[in-house]
């Protein structure tokens, strides 16, 4: 975004102005885009309400550094390092404790009242747009997908449930490619970026990638469990060849979201310092630079042995925002590398001269190729006999031929006087090549009115659905219409 930040921030005042004009219209016009019951994973207790549920400000992401191989260092706190040199035109790092300087410029230091005015009276007249020019000349490319953008809002606006949002994004470039949120009765593009709710089930995901990486355990490997569907006492975290009479794989104990296979063996395998690697690899505990801020998804490990089981088989101290599920699912469809979201596609002057265009900028490395792909077999389970399966059995015609991996996550806790339902589902397609990750989070209220896959699911057939409906009619005399799915393709790679 160095290029952008370069024009955003040209001391020619007219250049200032149209500058300014750039960064509130970005703003203005994805907010008017926004304007527009069982894959549980096991887990629904009540949550305390602590300081561990609020997150804190933390050093912003630092360059990725080299984890092609394991961990030599199990005990290493954090993947990165302060002393890491920085990418070209990467943010700087912060030291702890202090706030991140802004992105851009403040645009109310440039614009009045009536210009502003003007955006958003052209904004109003089409919101589905990609592409505006501005009153100064210069066109501004979003990476938003105006139909997904579309669907999306009107399955979660349709459902109308507590809570809802969904963001996608190309896993290779980090461009967002939808992102909507809804609250308080409305749509809420704002509620994708907050990490308000509990990870669930989601963050076996980087239990996943601890034992696999770290303590090369394998996905076959077979696990024989009893219990622990609804809560894991410390019993459960021993073997017992008696009792044990529930064996499953990993990848299988990943599909179905097995509690007790993930606790106990992060109990028998995994030390604090080692998952807490992990999960900041994967982004937790850090800011993450946006176009708008973006809530921190906190992690508080417990030291406590028992507790530091249950949050490894995804029961709380973990909150996550669904811009980060998107970028955490992203980033094991893009080989173990975890990338940047932007929303800006490219800036063009009045005169055709190429302002700014999007360069995809690395957060760092969460896990190597290989377990990466370990992974994405392991989330393959969830949709083919797990937790997701029975959304995913009966394919559209969008959807044929598609792997989709991903991994749900539910849990449950009071806020207020009322028990929410969180409901997760995050992953990508197709599995072999990826063009897309997402994140789906519905929070349900007592009643519940629909789950994160309904709404994935939707957003799926959508996206991929997009060429087929558009493609034209089979010429007569012809049994069958060959078939068009031409993938939309990975931009500014």
Known sequence: MSRLLEFLSSFEPRKAKAAAFVGLLAGILVAALFTHYDNVASGKEVAPQSASDQPAEVPSLLPETAVEAAPAAASASTSTSASAPAETGARPAVPE??????????????????????VRDALSRDSSVRVATLESGETIEFSIDPDLQDAVEKEIKGWAPEEAAFVAVDPHSGEVLAMAGFENGKLSPGRALAANGPAASVFKLVTASALVEAKNVGVGRQVCVRGGHSSIPKSLLFADPKLDTDCQSVAEAMGKSTNVVFARLAYNKLSEAELKTYAERFGFNKAIPFLWPVEVSSLDVPQDRVEFARMAAGFYHANLSPLHGALLAGAIANGGTLMQPQVVRSVTSADGRNLYSLT?????????????????????????????????????????????????????????????????????????????????LVVNGPKWKVKGPVVARKALDAYFGKSLSKAPAAPRRTTRAPKARILPSAAAL
């Open 97 to 118: 404790g202090q706030a991140l300087p802004p992105q851009t410029p403040t645009a109310t230091e440039f614009l009045d009242a009536a210009l502003e005015q003007y």
């Open 360 to 440: 995809p900028r690395k957060l760092g490395r969460a896990v190597s190729r290989t377990t990466a792909s370990k992974l994405t077999t392991m989330m393959l389970e969830t949709t083919a006999s797990g937790t997701a399966a029975k959304y995913f059995r009966k394919r559209s015609k969008a959807l044929d031929g598609i792997q989709v991996a991903g991994k749900t996550g539910s849990l449950s806790r009071k806020v207020g006087n009322q028990m929410m339902h969180y409901s997760w589902f995050v992953g990508f397609a197709p599995a072999d090549k990826p063009v897309i990750a997402f994140a789906s």
